[in-house]
């Protein structure tokens, strides 16, 4: 015959069971989406710093060139890391007297064509060889009477 029980049932129900596995997968979902951004975030972080170093590179060569023209020109930039910086500067003077502007822009392009990366840094240059003399001394008379003008007030 049947004996009615008189301790509880001990265990889990199917219904409980599969609401654990259910909270389980999303925690799992949620984790392992957390881990993809954050290896993305290294890569972009890695990316940067090396475009960084490339940018390094153009700088020193942009403050160590004595000629306008050349800096205008722009050119080609190989990096240590087997890639290429393309790049062009649009100088313009400001109004300050031997003091330049210079807008930089172009690509580094790596070993594949995803690799490629866009880039514009504006600098702020003061160079007494690349003004002209005519118009340095015309901003320089033009700067002294705003100074004076400035100071009457």
Do not use: C
């Not at 990316?47 to 390094?56: E, I, Q, V, Y």
């Not at 392009?109 to 118009?135: C, H, I, N, V, Y």
């Amino acid at each position: 015959m049947h004996r009615p029980d008189k301790s509880p049932r001990r265990g889990f129900t199917l219904l409980e069971v599969l609401v654990g596995i259910a909270i389980l997968a999303m925690a799992a979902v949620v984790l392992g989406a957390a881990y993809v951004n954050t290896l993305g975030a290294h890569e972009a972080v890695a990316r940067r710093a090396a475009a960084g170093t490339g940018m390094d590179y153009l700088r020193d060569i942009i403050l160590n060139e004595p000629e306008r023209a050349k800096v205008e020109q722009g050119g080609n930039l190989a990096l240590p890391d087997n890639r290429q910086m393309n790049w062009e500067a649009v100088v313009e003077e400001a109004a300050v007297p031997d003091l330049f502007h210079v807008l930089v822009r172009g690509r580094i392009t790596g070993t594949a064509a995803k690799d490629s990366e866009d880039f514009e840094q504006a600098l702020m240059l003061l160079r007494p060889s690349w003004s002209d003399a005519g118009k340095r001394e015309q901003i320089r008379e033009d700067w002294d009477k705003q100074r004076e003008a400035e100071a009457r007030r």
